[in-house]
């Protein structure tokens, strides 16, 4: 159990070269297209941060529940909470971009809107920064203090560790009720100030949960073929096919619980946020993100062949990945550049932070023996038989 995982050459390439894929759409976005950029950088911050808060929840779950079969692969979470520290660079110019983004950052906008005055107390750049940084200091402080629980038990074992990464989870998933929420107001409902819902926080947050499920799954499978995690088996992807099958019916709940209340009450102050998605040339692209977010993980989950099989999995989880991205540009797009845009920028800025996110959870992964071999649960997690 002492595995640890080795980088190869092609690998750091591959990811170097889609890093620069994305500078470069960066790049040329801010000087032909600055609209395109800010919105561009805050879907793809976001989009992460999604994951990052989605696989961290998922681990202090695990810790919580005391679950014997996922502990093998609890180092992938644990290495996803090592974005983070990233993420909070990359936002740091998104403060810089609030005009571009948020109808609220305009003086001039508030002086004449009774609705944006009444928020100003909440919506205005100095507490919107201070807010800021309150989220990624509680973020990266818990969660690079799981870290060290995590490694610490690596090194003299016992249950000691195991118990205070059991207390530490639940404080955890009690910041992020409070932290998460307040990033999915601020920096995605806000967007459209004089919009807002009451499970938008929550159906974001099963967003990043269900997502990052993926992710870790994707993850595993892939590292399995290159022969890492020998000990996956069957009962192993079932289990993770399950909470993936859960969470596509919650996170399809979620958004149609959000639409259909919206679409029934029919009052002009809530379908504001649903015309432009329904009735214009997002239209596709919304019901799109019902298809492929539910839709299809719903029945191709049901198949047996496809359970079983490996490829066919990781084919469906890239097919997810791309759901959440359209999930998160439909949420920040409609609301800034009004205008469907699918091109350069989006593509190549979306690839450049998926080499980074790569290059990141594999550094991370490659620092330590990639299974925590004295966790008191391992042994049922090598050997994990369902019933």
Known sequence: MDQKLVISPKFKIAAFVMMGIGLIAFIYAFISHPGRGWANLLINNYYFIALAI?????????NITQAGWSVGFNRIPLAMAN??????ILMIPVMFGLHSLYHWSHPEAVAHDALLQHKAPFLNAPFFIIRFVIYFAVWIG????????????????????????????????FALALTASGAAFDWIMSIDAHWFSTIFALRNFVMGFYHALVIIFLVVLLLNKQGYFPFLNEDHMRDFTKYIFVLCIIWAYMWFAQYILIWYANLPEEAIYYMPRTKGEFTPLFYTELIVNWLVPFFLLLIGKILRSKNMLIVLMIILMLGQYVDVYMQVTVGTLHKLNIGFI?????????????FVLMWSLSKKPL???????LEESTHHHGH
């Open 54 to 62: 989605g696989g961290t929840f998922y681990y202090a779950m695990q």
């Open 83 to 88: 974005f983070f520290p990233v993420l909070f």
């Open 142 to 173: 818990l969660t690079q203090l799981l870290r060290k629980l995590s490694f610490k038990e690596d090194v003299e074992g016992g249950i000691r560790f195991f118990e205070k990464s059991e207390f530490l989870s639940k404080v955890y998933i």
């Open 346 to 358: 989006e593509i190549g800025s979306f690839i450049g932070f998926i080499g980074l996110f790569a």
């Open 371 to 377: 299974v925590s071999k004295n966790h008191p649960l």
